[in-house]
């Protein structure tokens, strides 16, 4: 039934039913349940590296044979079960035994056993094995395969007597107790071995205990919640809320001081005891926030203090200084803080770690000037599983282990003589993607915690795992590189039988081949079918325990390539990275990758190799976690028949022979190409030529047109110069006409009156019609008269233009004045109509030099222009119509706008360029003069700007007017 050898080289053999026989080489000696032996159904052995033998029966559980004496071990020793079917010793000298009923180890002293509920696959063990690093295996019946990874991991729950399963805080008494301050189950009390919790119906203030410290006399100080605080004497509970002083009954964080006061930091700042006195710190004081989670004292009795809201505060007793991003913090948001052994200051906030030596704290308390900044910051960029700092330990090797949203990171602390940290060396995460039991923490005080033996203790926030204890110096880990190999080659995503394409192969390892990568056995047509369709391919043979085909060429057709890879980590592949290159294919290596396979496209013909290492991310001693030597496999693609040699002697052949054709075709190309230019420059002469024409044409046409527009210059100068002349000699005698004709109206209205005093008669009412037609006559003579005078005064105008002076005058209340003055002049005279006039006067508008006096007469012309346009429209069109004026100004870079917008009837393009000539007028009968528009025009071109006339017909007319800021006036 079994078969071992002892360390003197004797073979021992087991029986069914008559114990075991050593040989020493020459003669068997048996031993029986007479001799001591545990029972006579010896199923295995094993043997210690002191040379003692194991004997695993049927039955009646283990012997230990030191080669003169029997010592037995059954179920009432701590033995899983009596049956047992495999004995192997480890690295560590540990015996394991796989038994019916589970695995047990004995460390020399006591059993220790495993089953399902400690992770076993099953608990029936028919074999153990161990690997290269150490790592037990064992064989299962109907659970596979399970390796024990080792102890450093266990986790309680409410199944082991925890209160609750969620923990926020944790304390080691004096005593060497453990007290964990859970949410919603109180305190629990762990001695080692058993839970003992404390709630509210012991006496305890609440059921969420936040914080816990022990005093210089052993009390235990509990915060909780929402209920306040306890006291803990070892036998009764005391309670402090708000009704005895505190400032909340929310309290998150409690530490001593060097001199004996209790410290609370709470959800409304700091409450500090000192015997019957309750002090407060919040941020009246100056504390930087409310919301404290954490606070650490110095040997001096300074505190700091943590505020989530705030930032990071320093009590020195009488003062408070305050540390936030300003000083290079690298968050507010401070959840955690950490005095290590040698005094630095750890910070953990919501966006990731600062640092504070002890060398840059004793500078920055001082007021120092320092060349850098006093924090040193860290984040997921430095190589954090997660920004969210929940909780900082020192570890007994100085290690310093965070506890952040995405599980422990655990890295070396400061090595620099001055404390400086560059770097997060030898960085090892523990979480659910390494294959620890740990995704987030909580964020209580001591969350996370190490006791005096070195042991870290974590509240995970999971009903699952919630406490779990890490001993982290008793990880296993691994001592030896991975071993690599491929496992598979596909042509175009489909594995082939390689053997297939050998015409010798061996008929069983195509058997194992078909059956173990297809599953079946084929057929000798199916065969045949793959050698057709794959025709072409060649090999040399097959190597390795997985078939990988060696010296291996494929056609250009088959030229997609798929290879799978792996390594003899079987329980945590995922803890395995690779790195791979195909050379010649390739520029670089790829990016560090979980997965086991690569795939390569459309490869060129050529030589190819294939390279590809990896490492293991997991725990690791030495070069273990370093990269493994490449192992390579090497591949050629042939070219496409339209690339290969006897294609390109084919090419070259077809090249020499077209050479003389292409020669004689190319020197006839040649000359014909000289011939079409010479053509062309003949064409391209007359062209310019004929250009040459049309320009000297439009020359001449220019010339004529410069000179109608000098001889209209010429008649309008001389126009303006007669007209000035005829107004001047018209002035005087219509100044009688106008004075007589006005005076002559006097006589008549005091003819009237004497007349009125005369008696009645016929002759009397012939008189009085005589003189109404008089009156009415000498009426139309003075109207008459007026309007002549107007006309000759326009024209004098016209001819004299403008005489002020240029002062810088505030245009928007000139426009204000003279469009409001227009307006009521509209609405004084006859038809007048309802105007809405809006005003976009841009502020601040800069003075502009103009002469106010002319400048006026462009706004009443522009404004009365537009009263008279939109009241024609308004005719036409009756009450649906609103007429509206805008004016607006803009100030540019260098110049002033005024812009003029009428939703009159607009201007017909044929007469819009005449619009500025004198005596144009498109008024009927006699309403206008024709001058007004021109008038206008010099006005502005006198003061150095320029008139544009936009319109569209039946929607709108727009005048704009540009002036320069800086004006140097002009004669119009």
Do not use: C
């Not at 044979?65 to 037995?72: A, I, L, Q, R, Y």
């Not at 054709?661 to 079409?676: F, G, M």
């Not at 009688?736 to 007349?755: A, K």
């Amino acid at each position: 039934m079994a078969v071992g050898q002892d360390s003197l080289g004797n073979l021992y053999f087991g029986t069914n039913g008559a114990g075991m026989s050593r040989f020493d080489g020459k003669s068997f000696f048996t031993y029986t349940e007479v001799d001591g032996l545990a029972g006579n159904r010896v199923r295995s052995f094993g043997t210690s590296n002191n040379g003692t033998l194991w004997i695993g029966t049927i039955g009646n559980g283990v012997s230990r044979f030191d080669g003169k004496s029997f010592e037995n071990y059954t179920q009432k020793d701590g033995l899983a079960d009596n049956i047992v079917r495999a004995i192997q010793v480890d690295k560590s000298g540990q015996v394991w035994f796989g038994t019916e009923h589970g695995i047990s180890r004995f460390d020399g002293k006591k059993f220790v056993s495993y089953t399902r509920e400690q992770g076993l696959s099953a608990n029936s063990v028919l074999d153990i094995g161990i690997d290269q690093s150490g790592k037990v295996w064992f064989g299962t019946d109907g659970g596979g395969v399970s390796r024990f990874d080792g102890n450093s991991f266990t986790s309680f729950t409410m199944n082991q007597g925890l209160g609750a399963n969620i923990i926020l805080s944790t304390l080691e008494d004096r005593n060497g107790n453990l007290w964990f301050g859970t949410s919603g189950g109180g305190v629990s009390r762990f001695d080692g071995r058993d839970f003992t919790t404390f709630s509210l119906n012991q006496g305890l203030s609440g059921d969420i205990v936040y914080a816990m410290t022990e005093d210089q006399e052993g009390n235990i100080w509990l915060g909780t919640g929402g209920g306040g605080l306890s006291k803990f004497d070892g036998e009764r509970f005391a309670i402090y809320t708000s009704d005895q002083g505190l400032i909340s009954n929310e309290i998150y964080s409690i530490i001593q001081d060097a001199k004996g006061k209790l410290w609370l930091g709470t959800e409304n700042g700091v409450n500090i005891l000192d015997g019957n006195l309750i002090s407060y710190l919040g941020p009246d004081q100056g504390l930087a926030g409310t919301v404290v989670l954490s606070m650490q004292a110095e040997p001096d009795g300074s505190v700091w203090i943590a505020s989530v809201d705030g930032g990071l505060s320093y009590f020195d007793g009488e003062s408070i200084r305050n540390f936030t991003t300003e000083q290079g913090l690298i968050d507010n948001a401070v959840i955690q803080i950490e005095l290590d052994r040698k005094g630095n200051l750890w910070i953990g906030t919501e966006h990731g770690l600062s640092y504070l030596s002890k060398e840059s704290k004793k500078k920055l308390l001082a007021g120092e000037r320092m060349d850098e900044g006093p924090f040193e910051n860290f984040s997921t960029s430095n190589g954090l599983p997660d920004n969210v700092v929940l909780q900082i330990t020192e570890l007994n090797s100085e290690k310093i282990a965070l506890g952040t949203n995405l599980g422990i990171a655990i890295f070396d602390g400061p090595k620099d003589e001055n404390g400086k940290l560059k770097a997060l060396e030898n960085m090892e995460i523990f979480n659910s993607n390494s294959g620890y039991p740990v995704k987030d923490l909580t964020d209580g005080q001591n969350g996370m915690f190490v006791d005096k033996q070195g042991i870290l203790w974590a509240g995970t926030g999971s009903n699952k795992t919630a406490l779990v204890r890490f001993d982290y110096e008793a990880r296993l880990r691994n001592t030896e590189k991975p071993d690599l190999f491929l496992r598979q080659l596909r042509i175009n995503e489909e594995v082939l039988p390689w053997s297939v394409f050998l015409p010798n192969s061996n008929p069983a390892i195509q058997v194992f081949e078909e059956t173990a990568f297809l599953g079946r056995n084929l057929t000798q047509e199916e065969k045949e079918r793959i050698r057709e369709r794959f025709n072409g391919l060649e090999l040399d043979g097959i190597s390795g325990f997985f078939p990988i085909p060696e010296k291996l060429i494929l056609p250009y057709r088959h030229n997609h390539v798929n290879i799978d890879f792996g390594t003899n980590e079987i329980s945590k592949p995922f803890l395995v990275e690779y790195q791979y290159i195909l050379e010649g294919y390739d520029e670089e290596w790829s990016p560090i990758l979980k997965k086991t396979s690569a795939t390569f496209g459309n490869i060129l013909e050529g030589e190819y190799t294939f390279l590809v290492k990896a490492r293991f991310s997991g725990p690791s001693e030495g070069e273990a976690g370093e990269w493994t030597e490449p192992i390579a496999f090497s591949f050629t693609v042939l070219p496409p028949w339209y690339r290969t040699w006897w294609a390109y002697l084919f090419y070259s052949l077809a090249f020499l022979s077209l050479i003389y054709p292409v020669h004689r075709y190319q020197r006839n190309q040649t000359i014909k190409k000289e011939q079409e230019k010479a053509r062309e420059r003949e064409l391209q002469q007359a062209r310019e030529i004929e250009k040459a024409y049309s320009k000297l044409e439009i020359a001449h046409e220019n010339l004529k047109s410069t000179q109608a527009q000098l001889i209209q210059q010429e008649k309008l100068a001389s126009l303006g110069q007669l007209t000035a002349g005829i107004a001047h000699e018209i002035k005087n005698p219509l100044n009688f006409v106008n004075n007589f004709s006005g005076l002559s109206l006097e006589f008549m209205d005091e003819i009237d009156q004497e007349i009125e005093k005369m008696p009645e008669s016929e002759a009397l009412e012939n008189i009085k019609d005589l003189l109404a037609d008089i009156k009415t006559n000498l009426t139309k003579i003075k109207h008459h008269g007026g309007r002549a005078d107007g006309i000759v005064k326009s024209m004098l105008m016209h001819s004299r233009g403008s005489t002020g002076n240029m002062e810088p005058t505030d245009l928007n209340s000139l426009i204000e004045e003279y469009v409001n003055l227009s307006f009521h002049g509209m609405r004084a005279n006859k038809n007048p109509i309802n105007v809405e006039i809006a005003l976009d006067l841009e502020a601040n508008l800069p003075k502009v030099p103009i002469n106010s006096e002319d400048f006026s007469r462009v706004v009443l012309n522009l404004s009365k222009n537009a009263f008279d346009a939109m009241r024609d429209k308004l005719q036409k069109d009756g009450s649906a119509y609103k007429p509206k004026l805008s004016i607006k100004t803009v100030e540019k870079d260098h110049s002033i706008q005024l812009i003029f917008e009428d939703n009159g009837p607009g201007v017909p393009a044929e007469i819009k360029d005449k619009l500025l000539l004198p005596f144009f007028t498109t008024k009927k009968g006699t309403e206008g003069t024709g001058l007004g528009l021109s008038i206008t025009h010099d006005i502005i071109k006198a003061h150095s700007g320029s008139l544009e006339i936009d319109t569209q017909v039946g929607q709108w007319t727009r005048f704009t007017i540009t002036l320069p800021k800086t004006n140097t006036p002009q004669t119009p």
